[in-house]
């Protein structure tokens, strides 16, 4: 197989050029953190990316520079640092929609991506109980309407559509998934019907690293006008990611998992549905006229930007942004495909079994695994010894370890930071974790 | 010894691979003279689980716990844990049981220092062994989970009130 086929649509312009050597290093030089020792002087292996990203200087620089010379209230204020920290706010807001294939006011700042994809369930329950006017009419749900998720989902983009259905009477469907963990369309027609109002689904499983049939899901979604949201917080870092492109109607993704600070993340809606969306957290800075007695509301994105934003915060992640987009997301994605082929390798090692696809094929540097008679917690801690940091868990991912019968795995992911020598050692002392607790 | 060696030690791993008390035994209901409770008790972060049933003796001359069984899953310090656990408490007063408890809280809470005093730490007999666990904050939890579910079907059980 070769390496860059599976991540590039088919037809698209040449195979990026592999990360050289040297790029690779300079990249890692930037990430001070990186340079670090744990456990007695040990190298740290970093493979828990999946969980939050590294940052890089410029990204650490940012804030700094922000609090230090532009830092102010944005969107009021008089003078000249107002005006400068409302640039830095906005400009960072374009960056990441340009990052993501997004127009600059289909972009609302969230604290990460569980707030974003709370906002919307929120938004549908508020158009529901009739607020938003006639515009939301489209949000509004009924009793037996029907909400689409996948058994892979993170729990982030599962329980904000139980409370939704709770809230509402509309009732809650999912697509299973089978044994490699993909979501398993063969029902679809079944499954997403006319009564389906909201399809949820993550682009990329934070577990298995699978890549989802987007385009088969928004199609099956628009036959029958249901809303799609993304949870696409496990693919922004890693693909080159087109959200006008793919044509779903909602996306959230975090900031913290793609080299940027915590505290911020970004729900991207098209501008006619956010338009028409009535707000969720309401008071300073998202409003028109307020009267003692009603209130009339900004136009997206203020809207939904309710209060103080984390500015400095959002400030990092547009930097984030630029300093992905300046090494090129193909880039980027060829270099993790070469990582996951070193990943799936484990399979290879005696009592590791893979949860999730064995193959590279529309999948990402990520592989959760549990190795026979030894709990995933044990395995990370033979793994921390050695300086390597992988997670261990459900990963907030509780049903989807309940179809692959298991509680718990430990997870090793990658970023663009990862390199092959890294998953070799990780392999090499994943082979001794069963000897040390005597299961051979 | 390294730290992990020193979490890790073979007692304790002994006690993962071969469990005292696990498998459910006895039921809700207790016999004459004696008192039952269950407790469930989980740990988020991991999964990891246990469903733990106390039996306890209402005698004249006090209550003593007369039996524990659990079953759940989880890594090796809290299989083993339980496991311990159950040995050290069974046939135990209450008071000696909320006693070892206290010790063990103390013991998990001393970053790897142990309890600096000998007899305190016989008398937890295998537990003490659970030192090493102490230096990594994270799996202290694991190691109280037994404990925890013990606490909770004591008082369950009703054995606790007066
Ligand atoms: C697939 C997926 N969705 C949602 C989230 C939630 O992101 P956050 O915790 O940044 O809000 C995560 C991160 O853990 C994730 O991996």
Redesign the interface.
Known sequence: MTTTDTVRPTGAAPAPAALTAAELAAVRADFPLLGRTVRGGRPLVYLDSAATSQKPNVVLEAEVDFYEQRNAAVHRGAHQLAEEATEAFEDARAAVAAFVGADEDEIVWAPGATAALNLVAYALGNATAGRGGAAAERFRLAPGDEIVVTEAEHHANLVPWQELCARTGAVLRWFGVDGDGRIDLTDAGAVITDRTRVVAFGHVSNVTGAVAPVAELVAAARRVGALTVLDACQSVPHLPVDLHALGVDFAAFSAHKMLGPTGVGALYGRRELLEAMPPVTTGGSMVEVVTMAETTYAPPPQRFEAGTQMVAQAVGMGVAARWLDELGMDRVARHEHELAAELVRIAEIPGVRLIGPADTHDRLAVVSFVVDGVHAHDVGQVLDDRGIAVRVGHHCAQPLHRSFGVAATARASASVYTTVDEIVAFREALSGVRAFFGVE | M???EQ??QQVI?DHA?HPHGRGLAGSADPAAGHLAGESHQVNP?????ITLRVDVSDGADGRTVSGVSWEG?????SQASASVMTELVTGRGLDEVAHLDAVFHDLMASRGKGLGDDDVEDALGDAAAFTGVSQ?PA?IK?ALLGWAALKDSLARSGALAA
């Not at chain 2, 972060?45 to 689980?49: A, F, K, L, S, V």
């Not at chain 2, 899953?73 to 310090?77: L, Y």
């Open positions: 390294s730290a992990l979490m890790y791993l691979k972060t991991c999964g990891d689980e899953q989880g890594c090796s310090i990594y799996r694991c």
